[in-house]
């Protein structure tokens, strides 16, 4: 079966890795890209490196009859101008899987006072499948709309959510901190993200108030069946992709740093994107692919969770395109691994 995909919001770095996942994907044909952008540019004038590759103009949603041409559609849109497309495609019929903020969290009160916005479409806040298929796989076949994880979240959740579900760490008192590339803040330019203002350099930002932390607290609390916060702090680091979070607990457990990999081996053997090392993980053995590798540690009282993925695959496009397949009820490894591996 040849799935139709559309994506909104074509112009963006996720966007880009989209599409180009979905040209090697054997069972995916890109049919409709839109743009909120004047008139109808060509994919190779705003994404040259595609350049030969796909004959598409990028168009005006308004103009596109999704039902006609679509089964599937990525919505790559920021928060809440998302949810306002996404919501009339749900009631046409379309799957969709949505890369924005928007029915990632359960409850509509905390999505507005994070985001600061009023929520176009509460009714599919909470019911909405949380594509993290790690944790989640069995409610995303089914599903007519999945919520793409965010990337930071999807860095901690999976070093994490094992120590929780087993209860090997106290649900309190957790820190998460994170590195980021220059791209996981998107493709519109800002002082901080100007190459003068972040080149040869690194800072903290959003401190105690980013978007992604009740996302993170929410998916763990539901894991372990507890309440979980955690002290989430990002950091941008003068790269172009990647993230490395180090994420540190309170050990409940007498298991040395062996006994703790062995734990991981076992929650994650039949994941094929999740590799546990025993070797310092790296943002440039992930670039590129939609790989997690995690290290586990045990430091005297704590256990110590080095996390490592590209923030534009695993952390957005690759991932969408695993839960994708899963709905479509494809290979769930489609597009997203070379023939060699």
Known sequence: MTVRVGILGATGYAALELIKILLRHPSAQVAVLTSRQEGRP???DVHPILSGRLDRHLENAESVDFQAECDCVFSCLPH?????????LLEAGLRVVDLSADYRLTDVAVYEQWYDTQHPDPERVGPTVYGLPEWFREKIPTASLVANPGCYPTSAILALAPLLKAGLVEPTGIIVDSKSGVSGAGRTPSPVTHFVECHESVMAYNVGKHRHTPEIDQVLSRVCEQSVQVVF?????PMERGILTTAYGLATTDLDTAGLQA???????????????????ATRFVKGTNYCDLAVHRVGDHVVVISCLDNLVKGAAGAAVQNMNLMFGGDETA?????SE
């Open 263 to 281: 734990e991981f081996q076992r929650c994650y053997e039949d994941e094929p994107f999740v590799r546990v090392v025993d070797y310092p993980p």
């Open 42 to 44: 060509h994919l190779a």
């Open 335 to 339: 597009g997203l691994v070379e023939r």
């Open 80 to 88: 809440a101008a998302s949810a306002k497309m996404v919501k009339p």
């Open 233 to 237: 702090t990002p950091h941008l680091i």
